[in-house]
């Protein structure tokens, strides 16, 4: 399997944070001056539907040139409307794909992370 496959769980309603630091092949910390970044999550791979959607542009990521770290943040707000099939057993969940991409200047893009969100069901709102 790849090494930029991640699986995220999370729970409805709660917040989305997660730091990664970005390096390059021989293990020294990558250069992200100028490099953009967009996550979406979707129901498949083909599906026109975006969940959700994050990108530097819209503050939900952000990205640290010193630390050469890429940060997610998806508030509670936010993840409390996404869709949990509550008849998907217990707990209720609904699974989802995402892809976090980089761009830079020249808009070249890599795949730094891809996988499945499972969004578990929230009780207390």
Request: aromatic share 6%; hydrophobic share 30%; net charge negative.
């Amino acid at each position: 399997m790849p090494q930029n496959h991640y699986n995220i769980e999370l729970n409805q309603g709660d917040t989305l944070s997660l730091n990664l630091t970005v390096k390059e092949s021989n293990g020294s910390l990558k250069s992200l001056t100028g490099y953009t970044a967009a996550m979406q999550l979707r129901p498949s791979y083909d599906s026109n539907t975006i969940t959700e959607s994050l990108s530097t542009a819209n503050g939900e990521i952000s990205i640290n040139t010193t630390s050469s770290t890429v940060s997610l943040n998806l508030s509670a707000t936010r993840t409390a409307g996404i869709k949990v099939d509550m008849n998907a057993g217990m707990p209720p969940r609904t699974r989802y794909v995402y892809d976090l991409e980089l761009s830079d200047a020249d808009d070249n893009v890599s795949k730094l992370m891809y996988g499945e969100v499972i969004v578990y069901g929230e009780v207390t709102r």
